[in-house]
Each structure stands twice: as structure tokens, then as C-alpha cells.
């Protein structure tokens, strides 16, 4: 059966609850429809471990796929060992899952960026204007062969996954830092400045006094033509809405109290959940 809509859905969290909700809403219907998720599956929500069977059943049937985002990535830190789990992350259960290997050695062979269709590219945070397309799908590349490697080569990533350092783009870098440097662009990027160089304090609205020199990454002209439009979730602060050129942002605070996001590609018609959970 051809395919009905393609629906891409904001960072879940772990709100199994409003996902199923949105799926009501929206009628999914998976022989017929396909679901893109833009990352962040876990963390704050009321079900974490629920959500990420779900996801990865759909996955598996081919009717959905996810990038990796911020809080994914760290929950295959702390299950190797690299970091401790946050106070409000409710991703304990995850971890003490009987399928737990199976849960996680599925999470780390996720992308870190989708292609829908021609016209739209899917990331967690977004992609920088100093990148191309076809550069941006080249380094999320190098990032999830990593990912899916070895368990030396995955460790050796989470451990030297975490900083800010360096905070811009430059194809001379090397190695773990490398790899890092496009994980913060692909899954912890809001403002950057005109070079590229990446500001990780900043989480509130578009309305709120930024640092001089800084703006959304979406605002700068890209250095290189983009005709796609660039999907993407992980800044709640934009409530999953709001007028911007070439960028589609996803994430409407469904954990914060805001609501869970759909975003249909054949209409751009926009879907939410009335209520979020408000766990956050
Ligand atoms: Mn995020």
C-alpha cells in the first residue's frame, strides 16, 4: 500500500502517555503512515522504558524512525558507565529492563540525521549554516559509525563525548574531539554566531536578550544554498511553533507542560496534543 502521510513528531521524553494520545489524534495508521521522531525518545517523562519499546517495535516494523538526540546520547553514557543519571531523568527502569542490552544496543545504531524526502532534512537541535547538506549528512555519518561500532570505539566516544570545547567547526579537527564538536552542533546547538561558534548557556525564547553576537543557528544565511528544510526539536522554549525560514521546529515542551508536536510533510499541517504532561 502506498504511503498515506509522513507525520514527525518533537522530542518525546519519555511522555508515553501524550504519544499515545497524538497518534489518536492524528489517526495513525501504520500500514499506511510513517512516523520520523526527532530525537530526545527519553528522559523526563513518566515512562521512558515504555516509550523506547514502543519506538523501537515501530522502527523495527519499518513504519518509524528516530535520530539520536541530546538525552538519548546520554542515557548510552550512563549505561557504560560514563556519567551518572540526572536527578529528574526517570531512566533507571531503562537501564534495569531484562532487554536492556537489546534496548540500548538498538538506540546506539540510530542516526543522527534523516533524510524524509527530498525537501526536508530531520535533526535533533538543527543544522549550522556554515555546513552543507550533503557535508552535515557526511559528519552525522562519522558520528553513528562510531555509535554503532565496536565497544571500544562506542566508549571511547561516550568518554570523550561531554564539553564545550572547541565550540566551532573546522574540518581540521581530529578524532574524539571531532566527534564531539558535531555532536554539539547535531543534538545541543541553539545560538551560534556568524562563524559558526557555538553558545550552550542560552535556552529561553526568541523574545529574551541573547549574547552579543549570537542568534538561533536558523537565523544566520547559510554560507552554502539549501533549498531543504531543516526538522528539528530539542528547544522547548520555541514551543514547536513560529514562522521561520527553511526550519521547522518540533519540540513543543510536551514534558515542561506544554504539548507533543506533529508535523505532517504532505501538508505541513501541524498536530498537538492539547495538554502536555508537565512532569518536567
Ligand atoms: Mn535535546
Given at each position: 500500500m502506498p504511503i498515506r502521510y509522513n507525520y514527525v513528531i518533537g522530542?518525546?521524553?519519555?511522555?508515553f502517555t501524550a504519544l499515545q494520545t497524538l497518534l489518536e489524534h492524528i489517526e495513525f495508521d501504520e500500514k499506511q503512515d510513517c512516523l520520523w521522531f526527532a530525537g530526545?525518545?527519553?528522559?523526563?517523562?513518566?515512562?521512558s522504558l515504555a516509550t523506547l519499546r514502543f519506538v523501537k517495535k515501530l522502527c523495527e516494523k519499518d513504519v518509524a524512525r528516530t535520530v539520536l538526540g541530546n538525552h538519548d546520547l546520554n542515557l548510552l553514557a550512563v549505561w557504560r558507565g560514563y556519567n551518572k543519571i540526572r536527578?529528574?531523568?526517570?531512566?533507571t527502569p531503562i537501564l534495569e529492563a531484562p532487554d536492556a542490552p537489546v534496548l540500548l544496543n538498538w538506540l546506539r545504531k540510530q542516526p543522527l540525521l534523516l533524510r524524509p524526502n527530498a525537501d526536508y532534512v530531520l535533526t535533533h537541535a538543527g543544522l549550522p549554516h556554515c555546513w552543507t547538506i550533503a557535508q552535515a549528512e557526511s559528519l552525522a555519518f562519522e558520528v553513528a559509525m562510531t555509535l554503532r561500532g565496536t565497544f571500544i570505539e562506542l566508549d571511547r566516544f561516550l568518554e570523550n563525548?561531554?564539553?564545550?570545547?572547541?565550540?566551532v567547526w573546522s574540518d581540521d579537527l581530529e578524532g574524539s574531539v571531532r566527534l564531539r564538536v558535531i555532536t554539539n552542533y547535531l543534538t545541543r546547538m541553539r545560538l551560534v554566531d556568524a562563524d559558526g561558534r557555538l553558545e550552550f548557556a542560552f535556552k529561553d525564547g526568541l523574545d529574551a536578550p541573547m549574547p552579543d553576537g549570537f542568534a538561533p543557528w536558523f537565523n544566520w544565511q547559510p554560507q552554502f544554498k539549501r533549498i531543504e528544510n531543516v526538522l528539528f526539536g530539542h528547544w522547548a522554549a520555541l514551543e514547536g511553533a513560529g514562522q521561520m525560514l527553511n526550519a521547522v521546529p518540533l519540540d513543543g515542551g510536551c514534558v515542561w507542560g506544554g504539548s507533543l508536536v506533529a508535523y505532517r510533510l504532505e501538508d505541513g499541517q501541524r498536530f498537538s496534543t492539547t495538554a502536555g504532561c508537565g512532569l518536567g
Amino acid at each position: 500500500m502506498p504511503i498515506r502521510y509522513n507525520y514527525v513528531i518533537g522530542d518525546l521524553q519519555g511522555c508515553f502517555t501524550a504519544l499515545q494520545t497524538l497518534l489518536e489524534h492524528i489517526e495513525f495508521d501504520e500500514k499506511q503512515d510513517c512516523l520520523w521522531f526527532a530525537g530526545d525518545l527519553v528522559a523526563r517523562g513518566e515512562d521512558s522504558l515504555a516509550t523506547l519499546r514502543f519506538v523501537k517495535k515501530l522502527c523495527e516494523k519499518d513504519v518509524a524512525r528516530t535520530v539520536l538526540g541530546n538525552h538519548d546520547l546520554n542515557l548510552l553514557a550512563v549505561w557504560r558507565g560514563y556519567n551518572k543519571i540526572r536527578k529528574n531523568d526517570r531512566t533507571t527502569p531503562i537501564l534495569e529492563a531484562p532487554d536492556a542490552p537489546v534496548l540500548l544496543n538498538w538506540l546506539r545504531k540510530q542516526p543522527l540525521l534523516l533524510r524524509p524526502n527530498a525537501d526536508y532534512v530531520l535533526t535533533h537541535a538543527g543544522l549550522p549554516h556554515c555546513w552543507t547538506i550533503a557535508q552535515a549528512e557526511s559528519l552525522a555519518f562519522e558520528v553513528a559509525m562510531t555509535l554503532r561500532g565496536t565497544f571500544i570505539e562506542l566508549d571511547r566516544f561516550l568518554e570523550n563525548m561531554y564539553g564545550n570545547d572547541p565550540d566551532v567547526w573546522s574540518d581540521d579537527l581530529e578524532g574524539s574531539v571531532r566527534l564531539r564538536v558535531i555532536t554539539n552542533y547535531l543534538t545541543r546547538m541553539r545560538l551560534v554566531d556568524a562563524d559558526g561558534r557555538l553558545e550552550f548557556a542560552f535556552k529561553d525564547g526568541l523574545d529574551a536578550p541573547m549574547p552579543d553576537g549570537f542568534a538561533p543557528w536558523f537565523n544566520w544565511q547559510p554560507q552554502f544554498k539549501r533549498i531543504e528544510n531543516v526538522l528539528f526539536g530539542h528547544w522547548a522554549a520555541l514551543e514547536g511553533a513560529g514562522q521561520m525560514l527553511n526550519a521547522v521546529p518540533l519540540d513543543g515542551g510536551c514534558v515542561w507542560g506544554g504539548s507533543l508536536v506533529a508535523y505532517r510533510l504532505e501538508d505541513g499541517q501541524r498536530f498537538s496534543t492539547t495538554a502536555g504532561c508537565g512532569l518536567g
